[in-house]
């Protein structure tokens, strides 16, 4: 089935410096969705993409569906604290007529005092 | 007013016991899931429902058994809990993918931190 690579698993960063995560796949995605998941809280839609090379930002954030379709990543221009949390990159595909969103594992930011 | 809502937020009990967590969702949504969140933070889809009919289960113990009274209810039950039960479960719902499709997301819940002792 399919299966998606997100890393890192874990950043530990200074304020103020950028962010950069990916996913990745072997199959093709249709659209790629970036998750964030506050402490004590349900993951929140940041970004969605629909369609190969788009690149969308959202303030400080930034993604990009990849050429091949088959990875996005997530940049954070100078991260604030409020920044932690865990980023869930999703991806969903068309198998047989039926759509299914599948999830990476998660990029856990943690910024440094 | 809270979107996606779950009750209880925390849940001890006994394993052996038998528990229920409530989810509700005022946005008007067609499709409704259960995750479970371990303690790596992995998140894996249980069940999805859509018009309070089940549409993904996916390799889950029997002893879990979503109930949708309508479309804008999910609980699920839980019989005889195990110590790896222990997790965070979040419902979220969103609408119905056979007609959103590729312009699909999910509202989450805020979640219930089960412990099984």
């Known amino acids: 089935g399919q299966q998606l690579n997100q890393s890192p698993q874990s950043m530990f960063i200074q304020e103020g410096e950028d962010v950069s995560m990916n996913c990745t796949s072997s199959?093709?995605?249709?659209?790629w969705l970036w998750y964030k998941q506050d402490p004590g809280e349900g993951p929140v839609l940041l970004i969605a993409l629909y369609k190969a090379g788009e690149l969308t930002s959202n303030g400080r954030l930034t993604a990009q569906f990849g050429i091949t379709r088959k990875d996005s990543f997530l940049n954070i221009s100078a991260s604030i604290p409020s920044d932690v949390g865990i980023y869930f990159c999703?991806?969903?595909?068309?198998?047989?007529?039926?759509?299914?969103?599948?999830w990476g594992a998660g990029t856990k930011l943690i910024i440094k005092p | 007013d809270t979107a996606v809502s779950q009750t209880p937020k925390y849940l001890v009990t006994q394993m052996g016991n038998d528990k229920s967590i409530k989810c509700e969702q005022n946005l008007g949504h067609d499709t409704m899931y259960w995750y479970k969140q371990d303690s790596k933070k992995f998140l894996k889809i249980m069940f999805s429902?859509?018009?309070?009919?089940?549409?993904i289960n996916e390799t889950v113990p029997n002893r879990f058994s979503p109930k949708s009274p309508d479309k804008a209810h999910l609980n699920l039950h839980i019989n005889s809990l195990e110590l790896g039960d222990s997790a965070v479960y979040f419902c979220?719902?969103?609408?119905?993918?056979?007609?959103?499709?590729?312009?699909?997301?999910?509202?989450f819940g805020p979640g219930t931190r089960l412990t099984v002792l």
């Open positions: 429902y859509n018009n309070k009919e089940l549409i």
């Open positions: 999703a991806g969903l595909v068309v198998v047989d007529s039926n759509y299914q969103l599948i």
């Open positions: 979220a719902s969103s609408q119905d993918l056979r007609t959103s499709g590729l312009y699909n997301e999910q509202f």
């Open positions: 199959s093709i995605f249709n659209t």
